[in-house]
T-cell receptor, first 115, second 112 residues
Framework: AQSVTQLDSHVSVSEGTPVLLRCNYS??????LFWYVQHPNKGLQLLLK??????LVKGINGFEAEFKKSETSFHLTKPSAHMSDAAEYFC?????????????FGTGTKLQVIP | DAGITQSPRYKITETGRQVTLMCHQT?????MFWYRQDLGHGLRLIYY???????DKGEVPDGYVVSRSKTENFPLTLESATRSQTSVYFC???????????FGPGTRLTVL
């Protein structure tokens, strides 16, 4: 079975403070993990991905995530939030055998940044 | 332009009508997907296609039909639209080597 749990549906931070968006997953195979961002009325943009290389992954716009196999987690962090970071963030797991890998999305975390 | 496009971007229709949402990608990715995005559900897979003429059901396929006569196109048809199909629909293709999905801009469909 494969699943993704985003532990917070809403996160609110002040501008300039750290951001932490939590994601736990389960998978029967070695997964690839992704974080996507969706700004209001926009499509999905890839922030970063983990594909069995370094466990600490750096993405765009100062975001990074750490793959912790023992905790089955892939939390997204940023040291200092900007107003432009206000968006919805999706954690995604992709795993399987052969050419196609099953892709499962989390239900999303809405990040609010307070000036 | 390279990339993945969807049309229309917005559509309003009535219950019982047939609606087709178009998706076109220029990379020749073999895999393509249709998702719907609803509040509280994240993105849910409707159908996917591994190659031209090969399609398979995803998590929520009822009420939808797909076809893939050409690698670059993957239209999604609602044969008889229902209000519960009001949603935002995203098409995606995947680069298997990188394991990354590329998403279209979405189609916002309202069924009255």
């Amino acid at each position: 079975a494969q699943s993704v749990t985003q532990l917070d549906s809403h996160v609110s931070v002040s501008e300039g403070t750290p951001v932490l968006l939590r994601c736990n997953y389960s998978s029967s195979y070695s997964p690839s993990l992704f974080w996507y961002v969706q700004h209001p009325n926009k499509g999905l943009q890839l922030l970063l991905k983990y594909t069995s290389a370094a466990t600490l992954v750096k993405g765009i716009n100062g975001f990074e995530a750490e793959f912790k196999k023992s905790e089955t987690s892939f939390h997204l962090t940023k040291p200092s939030a900007h107003m432009s970071d206000a968006a919805e963030y999706f954690c995604v797991v992709s795993a399987g055998l052969g050419g196609y890998q099953k892709v499962t999305f989390g239900t999303g975390t809405k990040l609010q940044v307070i000036p | 332009d390279a990339g993945i496009t969807q049309s229309p971007r917005y559509k309003i229709t009535e219950t019982g009508r047939q609606v087709t949402l178009m998706c076109h990608q220029t990379w020749s990715h073999s895999y393509m997907f249709w998702y719907r995005q609803d509040l509280g559900h994240g993105l849910r897979l409707i159908y996917y296609s591994a190659a031209a003429d090969i399609t398979d059901k995803g998590e929520v396929p009822d009420g939808y039909v797909v076809s893939r006569s050409k690698t670059e196109n993957f239209p999604l048809t609602l044969e008889s639209a229902t209000r519960s199909q009001t949603s935002v629909y995203f098409c995606a293709s995947v680069n298997l080597e990188a394991g990354e999905q590329f998403f279209g801009p979405g189609t916002r469909l309202t069924v009255l």
